[in-house]
């Protein structure tokens, strides 16, 4: 890879492997390519997984970890699990396929570059990575999204890296694929992916700016910007969240700050005298998941009213730390929020309900 030797990467590959697996696996060659990448490594590891061959002579299913970072917008590495069968041909090991655990929903993870070549557009802040078909709403995104950053760190005081790549997919079913939801994509305009290493501790990996561009794009400019906020906070906070901040903590704080952090906002009617819980931010009808939103944004401005503008962000980063410890995740945010605050969380929710 690093030499751009393709027939080099491609002899990997089993002869005796399917025609499109072994073009899927050229256009990967091509799409990483095109990448400005750092670094790029694969691991094979039994470690967590063990071999799922399931005892077939000469065959080899381990978890595969892909690392990557990529060259100034990475201050840590973005890292997914490649499900590889590898087969043993004459005393060599080879890569046959991808896709044997699929039906157990162990899939491979596909980026942008597993679809097609790849435009990678630098802005100040973001690198914009689509196919060359949308590089034009790409290179239109950047420009958006440098309004919004700018928004963001007028209103966001943790420090953060600053630098994010954002990714435009060509449509819903290759955005689908990429950041392997069941959800009904229709519904939302844009996602942030990151995940989380957790060999020794709690790691985690590199954020990603998804957009859902078939709803984004059919929204005013200033909704954009506000769209856009809203998902770089979430990258903004990936270094210090932990395991146990609820949907409605991270929702909250990032809708509270992508709509100037108002400190006068109600509770939405319609909803439970409760906050909202993580599956009610996904499921439901359109009108049940903004109502979570704006419930959750209005628990914020009810704290800042009560504690000061820094209020939500201390909470959240209170709860983030808490990376390993007994108790669920309602009793790890009361108790984040008592430390942060002096409040628990029936009081916040009491303050909200009025």
């Known amino acids: 890879m690093r030499e751009g030797d393709k027939a080099g990467f491609l002899a990997t590959v089993d002869p005796q492997a399917s025609a499109p697996f072994k073009a899927a696996q050229a256009r990967l060659f091509d799409g990483l390519r095109s990448l400005p990448l750092a670094d790029y490594r694969l691991e094979a590891r039994t470690q967590d997984s063990g071999d799922l061959a399931g005892g077939r002579p000469h065959t080899y299913l381990p ?70 078909a949308e590089a034009g709403r790409a290179q239109a995104l950047g420009a958006i999204a440098e309004e919004a950053v700018a928004l963001l760190n007028s209103r966001w005081t943790q420090p953060w890296p600053g ?34 290493v957790r060999d020794s501790g709690y790691e985690p990996t590199a954020p990603r700016v998804y957009i859902q561009d078939k709803n984004l ?10 769209t856009l906020t809203h998902e770089l906070h979430h990258a903004a906070v990936a270094p210090i969240s932990g395991p146990l901040i609820p949907a409605w903590v991270h929702e909250g704080v990032a809708d509270w700050v992508a709509l100037g952090r108002r400190t006068n906002e109600r509770r939405p009617s319609g909803g439970g005298p409760h906050l909202p819980r993580d599956y009610e ?20 401005s009810t704290l800042a009213r009560a504690k000061g503008l820094d209020g939500p962000g201390a909470f959240l980063k209170t709860l983030g730390a808490v990376r390993l410890a007994p108790g669920s995740v309602d009793y790890q945010a009361d108790q984040a929020l008592r430390a942060a605050s002096g409040l628990s969380i029936a009081d916040l929710e009491a303050r909200w309900a009025r």
């Open 63 to 132: 978890e595969t970890r892909q690392r990557m970072r990529l060259k100034g917008y990475d201050a840590v590495d973005a890292v997914d699990s490649l499900w590889l069968t590898f087969v043993e041909r004459d005393g060599r090991w080879l890569i046959h396929n991808d896709d044997d655990l699929s039906v157990l929903g162990l899939d491979t993870a596909r980026g942008l570059w597993d679809f097609g070549p790849v435009a990678a557009q630098p802005t100040p802040h973001f690198l914009m990575l689509s196919h060359p």
């Open 163 to 196: 630098r994010i790549p954002v990714v435009l997919p060509s449509d819903n079913a290759e955005l689908a694929a990429i950041i392997q939801s069941t959800l009904d994509l229709d519904k939302f305009v844009a996602f942030v992916g990151y995940g989380a």
């Open 217 to 226: 794009g059919r929204y005013s400019r200033s909704f954009q910007v506000e």
């Open 281 to 300: 931010f996904v499921t439901g009808d359109q009108a049940g998941i903004t109502r979570s939103y704006r419930g959750s944004r209005a628990a914020m």
